[in-house]
């Protein structure tokens, strides 16, 4: 059974993930509602609109997992819970390896 | 037309997501077929709008169940080792496999779900403790607060080594279709870690958000991920989800299966056909 430090874990996590997904929502709905405004305005002539707030937002979503693992990574080493800080260590290894695939491949 | 596109991708994944939240499915089965077939958007580009949009799903839907301490987080953070380096190896498999190919895997997906999708699914009985060597070790061993009993129920984590490997080809999936892979979460938490039910739709849904930042990041570095679609792909999965939750108790669950079996059939014969170069549905745009 897990004690009180895992459920203070579990409260952190929630927070994250909670502010996390609505500054994500809140950044694309932003960048769609500004390309979706700028394509009326211009009517025919727009081409290319511009969608760098929402690449932002689309990031973020991206990036917040690995954020929970860090602050899980965290919460581990504070804990003195070195075998878990250990597993949470390499699954962030492995999500920055995937970054780096996408680099090279 | 750009921007009525985008309002069809925004409208479409908010039913897709809270028709798949209500079965307690993520949205990416829907979100592939729908865009390829309809929205004619390439494959590549639609599974990689589709990760963005399961990780979306879960991290919007984990607060609750973090709250309501059904979420094992130290299995999660375990079981995630096999699921991202699962994700990992399928980024690496992405680029070789030809559209045609997945296609076609898309399809066995789709009718292995509609088939679990009839399955009925039950708790699993919890089995005598054996030999708990590594599991009490790693204190993976925990309890959920079941509001029908009203006490906390504990459970036992069984067959961690299987667990293990279902998961990492439940990542390799997830990356190659980009999916959430209930498919295969299913059979691993049922039958090889014999989770009470609760503790494995929250604990899968916790884990999926970082096996898909796995592929989801490398997509997006390599530049795959189309912001056009991928955002309102996303936001609509989102509100979906939150929706689709809300509306879960209400239904009549058996004739909602069945239906949606249906459906996921419908899909698999038409990716078939897709794979092969027939095409019959005709979408708006």
Redesign the interface.
């Known amino acids: 059974?897990?004690g009180g430090a895992?459920?203070q874990?579990?409260?952190t996590?929630?927070a994250t993930?909670?502010w996390?997904?609505w500054l994500?929502?809140s950044a694309?709905?932003v960048?769609?509602t500004l390309?979706?405004l700028e394509?009326?305005t211009l009517g025919e002539t727009?081409i290319r609109?511009d969608?760098r707030i929402?690449?932002v937002?689309?990031?973020m979503?991206?990036?917040?997992?690995?954020v929970?693992?860090a602050v899980?990574l965290f919460a581990f080493l504070r804990d003195r819970d070195y075998?878990?800080a250990v597993?949470?260590g390499?699954?962030l290894t492995?999500?920055l390896?995937?970054?780096l695939?996408?680099?090279h491949? | 037309m750009d921007g009525w596109f985008a309002l069809w991708l925004f409208a479409t994944s908010v039913v897709a997501s809270a028709v798949g939240g209500m079965l307690g499915m993520a949205s990416g089965i829907f979100i592939v077929p729908i865009l390829t077939l309809f929205g004619h958007v390439g494959i590549r580009t639609a599974i990689a709008a589709s990760l963005v949009s399961v990780i979306a799903c879960s991290c919007a839907g984990a607060t609750p169940f973090l709250r309501g301490r059904l979420t094992n987080v130290r299995l999660a953070i375990v079981l995630e080792t096999a699921t991202s380096l699962g994700a990992l190896s399928g980024v690496l498999l992405i680029g070789i496999i030809p559209a045609r190919v997945l296609f076609f895997l898309f399809a066995a997906i789709l009718l292995l779900s509609a088939w679990q999708m009839l399955a009925n699914r039950g708790d699993p009985l919890s089995h005598k403790a054996e030999g708990s060597d590594r599991r009490r070790m790693l204190r993976l061993n925990s309890s959920y607060p079941d509001a029908e009993l009203g006490r906390d129920v504990p459970y036992r984590v069984q067959r961690l080594q299987l667990g293990l490997m279902l998961m990492y080809g439940a990542g390799l999936v997830s990356a190659i279709l980009g999916i959430g892979s209930g498919v295969l979460k299913v059979p691993a938490m049922d039958t090889a870690l014999r989770l009470p039910i609760k503790v494995s739709s929250a604990t899968s849904n916790f884990m999926i958000g970082v096996t898909g930042a796995v592929s989801a990041g490398a997509y997006l570095i390599h530049g795959d991920i189309v912001s056009e679609i991928a955002g309102p792909v996303a936001l609509g999965s989102v509100i979906g989800a939150v929706a689709g939750a809300r509306i879960l108790i209400r239904i009549p669950k058996d004739k909602v299966r069945v239906l949606f079996a249906i459906v996921l059939a419908t899909l698999a014969a038409e990716m078939l056909l897709q794979a092969s170069g027939i095409r019959l549905l005709e979408g708006a745009r």
Do not use: C
Not at chain 1, 61 to 66: C, E, K, S, T
């Open positions: 059974m897990t895992s459920h874990l579990e409260r996590l929630a993930l909670y996390g997904t994500a929502s694309v709905a960048g769609m390309a979706l394509s009326r727009t609109r969608t929402t690449t937002g689309i990031a979503f991206v990036l917040l997992p690995i929970r693992v899980m075998r878990f597993i949470a390499l699954v492995i999500t390896l995937g970054l695939v996408g680099l491949v």
